[in-house]
């Protein structure tokens, strides 16, 4: 009898896969974002607690070849630093005729990045800063160069960051010269899309794109990039326009994470 | 005792993939260390084995991501059950056939990645494939080179292990 039943059921194999496929199907439609924070988290504090030492390791190591490099850096911002008081000078004379409010400063948490999604396909770093820091989701992450991402799980010691260079991620933002807006997204690592740009609007290579500050996620005027290839080819109504990404996504150790938006950051859903 | 060893080989094979592997990079892509212990533990212990590994293991590196829980979970699942097609010859499978179906299932596994991240809106099939899936497969297969050639081979070949009952 149970040879014959045997005969008529799929081998064990088969069976499995078909468990395992419908399990991973309902666990993609039923989780929501919020549901699966438990799990994460705490796969992330073990990694957060692991990597670490490894961080401080690579920090040790690189630290003579940053040192140079911050030195360039320091001499060159010194020359800027002379030349941007002068513009906030006249700045401040100029705001105070026409009676304008001062915007409050950013504020930012220093955190450093102890781990990275390696798959191609996504991209997103573990933090080693948390709740413990006045840290929630959806806050803007930022390196010296510019837009880097924002905050998409949060637990009490580490979080877990989306970056620009996911393919889920999108970007309200306004070439700086023109202020034409768009919206930026990511082909890879060193090429975004600035998209939803008009033909014939004032876009020239070399612009800087920064964010529009048309949604509460993240403040006017960070950095994202710098438009490398402008083109009107395309059929449709909006041009190409190619940027190349300000942050250095391939070599992020320390970024900064931008605590005072502006707006409710916990309630953003995006 | 032994799923112990496997619960291990899973644990490290993450941390040394989020920790250390993003030091590793090249274009923006790391080899996948836990893809390749879920095929040493598909060509090891069958079908079964390499399923629950690779369903583990999928799920473990989804959960180290800022984006939805499943496609790596699918991805290696599948990854096992290909692997373990192999356990029947694999006592007999000499280096460059099990570097074979390393690659195999490699490509099979970035083939299903590029599928599922096609669905959202942005870049299309053929250039996932060609940007992150094809030199997926490449930097995955040269660090299984060094899993089959330089390791002793009862890391990798089959142990005798026929159904469920006999795995538990």
Redesign the interface.
Known sequence: MRRGLSTFLPP??YT??AL??F???A??TS?TRTS?DP??LA??A??AK??RP??QI?EWLTLRRDNAELRRLNAQLVLENARLAEARAENERLRALLAFTEQTPLRFVPAR????????????V?LDVGRNKGLHKNMPVVSAEGLVGKL??VGHGQS???LL????ARVSARVQRSRVTGIV?S???TLFLLEQVPKRADVQVGDVVVTSGLTPLFPPGLKIGTVSEVSEDAPGLFMTISLTPAAD??RLEEVLVVCNTGGSTEAVRP | MKYLSYVAVL?VG??V???????A?VL???P?VLLLATVVVGLRR???AG??FG?LSG???D????????????GH??VG?VA?LWYGYSVGLNRGASMMVLVLCSSVHEFV??GI?AL?P??GFGF?LL???L??VVYTSLVGLMVFFLLPEKVWRARPVT??RGLL
């Open positions: 064990q194999e499995i896969l395992l496929v399990l991973v199907v666990l993609t989780s699966m799990p994460r796969v992330l073990l990694v692991v990597s490894v961080a690579h990045v102890v781990g990275t999604s390696t798959q191609g396909f996504v991209n997103s573990v998409y799980t877990l960051a989306q260079t996911d393919r889920n997204r082909v890879h690592s996504f391939g | 644990v993450l941390l993939q989020v920790a250390l592997l993003r030091f990079t923006g892509v790391a996948n069958g079908q079964i399923m629950l369903f799920l473990a590196l959960l180290t991501t800022a984006t939805l829980v499943g496609p790596s979970a699918l699942t599948i059950f373990g990645m590029a991240h959202t942005g870049a996932l940007r992150w899936a030199p997926g159904s469920l």
